[in-house]
């Protein structure tokens, strides 16, 4: 499997977007991961891979800003706004998640609930596979 990262800029700079794609070498299929959509949509679904993957990108860059900016009072403003800047997409993909699980993205809050919500979401939405076939939030992210 090969990785790119590529930026398509359009006239237009509504337009723009990010994509990931790779290609599967066993089946010789091109996948692209839209990650604009990934992080800033609340439609569709996406599987359990992506929703992984979503987390350890975000994880990621909030830990890059972290290192870069360290860790102590002088700092926690701008940490506190990273984190602000970070809920946004973490809901995006949580709420796709819970879609493809065939529940509304209210579900998310369940999170809220201490240690039993927190557990039920990671293995809902991380752990257990998506309803096969389309649902009413779209069609299913593993059909060929």
């Known amino acids: 499997m090969v990785g790119l990262i590529s930026t398509r800029v359009f006239n237009n700079a509504s337009e723009c977007t990010l994509r990931l794609g790779c290609r599967h070498t066993a089946t010789n ?7 604009g959509h990934l992080f800033f949509s609340f439609d569709g679904r996406i599987n359990r891979a992506k929703w992984w993957l979503g987390l350890i990108l975000l994880s990621v860059v909030y830990g890059i800003v972290v290192a870069i900016f360290g860790y102590d009072t002088d700092n926690l403003l701008t940490l506190s706004l990273l984190a602000l800047l970070w809920v946004w997409p973490s809901l995006a993909i949580s709420i796709k998640r819970w879609h493809d699980r065939g529940k509304s993205g209210w579900w998310v809050l ?6 039993i919500g ?11 596979p998506g309803i096969q076939g389309p649902n009413e939030y779209g069609a ?5």
């Open 29 to 35: 299929q091109e996948t692209e991961l839209d990650l």
């Open 110 to 115: 369940i999170g809220l609930i201490p240690i």
């Open 118 to 128: 927190s557990l039920w979401a990671l293995i809902e939405t991380g752990f257990l």
């Open 140 to 144: 299913d992210p593993l059909a060929g």
